[in-house]
């Protein structure tokens, strides 16, 4: 299983929406996927149709003797399965940073899941925010992926959590969380703006920066209101297909199983 961190401390960059759509693409290929929500405001979960109830988040696993296996409810997607969150997940905030093993604490309770073999892949929408969630995620992850607005503001918010990403490495905490992939979301090709934002990002990280961009698109927001990713709702819509084609260039990249 490999786990994979959706990250970006900056709010309003398409994290959820790629966290639900790139999970919902990847298992309608056939992929054994988890969609961990880590965000306290719930909206991976509810966007995706499973109750956000108290005591069903991570947050008893956590600070508690609660199974990991307890938590995970399916969803309409066969191999789509997913943990929510609720807003009792703001307390492990608290409660995590009065225990020694807090940064590592995440990888504990999802080393199960890894020797289960039950999934392929599992990744995790994280809050938007520097808190010991987002930093837990990364000292769990085997991959960070960065979802980045077209936008000069959203480069700055690139610049801060590739660096924290870098901190983990050279702090020891988690030395193989390797920076899976940039993703350039809310794309508007008609502006020289949105178009000089993503060729400074591809000069800077090259291969690093998906091929796949994500455009604009009210059905993004549709989609969510009725609870359905993006394939649910319109699968013919353009950032549908981006979604889906994401999916395709995310597996590419992935090692070849033996």
């Known amino acids: 299983m490999k786990i994979i961190a959706i990250a970006n401390q ?4 398409g994290k959820t929406t790629t966290s639900i759509n790139l999970a ?13 929500d880590l965000d306290p405001q719930g909206n991976a979960s509810s966007a995706l149709g499973v ?11 956590l600070a508690g003797p609660d199974s990991v296996d307890d938590k995970i409810q399916s969803t309409r997607f066969p191999t789509l399965h997913v943990i929510p969150a609720t807003t009792e997940l703001a307390g492990a905030e608290v409660e995590l940073v009065k225990a020694d093993n807090h940064l590592v604490r995440l990888r504990e309770v999802l080393e ?4 289960q073999n039950r999934f392929d892949y599992l990744l995790i929408d994280c809050p938007p925010s520097l808190g010991i969630l987002m930093t837990s995620a990364l000292s769990a992850a085997d991959g960070l992926l960065i979802p980045i607005q077209c936008e000069y503001f959203g480069l700055e918010g690139l610049a801060r959590i590739v660096d924290i990403h870098q901190q983990i490495i050279s702090s020891g905490i988690n030395a193989g969380v390797q920076l899976e992939g940039i993703l350039m979301t809310m794309y508007d090709g008609r502006t020289s703006h949105a178009r000089a934002v993503v060729e400074e990002v591809r000069k800077a990280f090259e291969d690093i ?4 961009v994500i455009p604009r698109s009210i059905a993004v927001a549709e989609s969510q209101s009725f609870e359905k990713a993006l394939l649910e709702y319109d699968s013919s819509n353009r950032a549908t297909l981006a979604y889906k084609a994401l999916a395709d260039e995310f597996l590419a990249r992935q090692p070849v199983k033996c």
């Open 10 to 13: 900056k709010g309003g960059v």
């Open 24 to 36: 919902a693409s990847l298992a309608v290929r056939g992929a054994r996927v988890l969609l961990l």
């Open 51 to 61: 109750p956000c109830e108290e005591g069903q988040s991570l947050y008893s696993v």
């Open 112 to 115: 199960p899941l890894r020797a």
């Open 209 to 212: 920066v998906y091929r796949t």
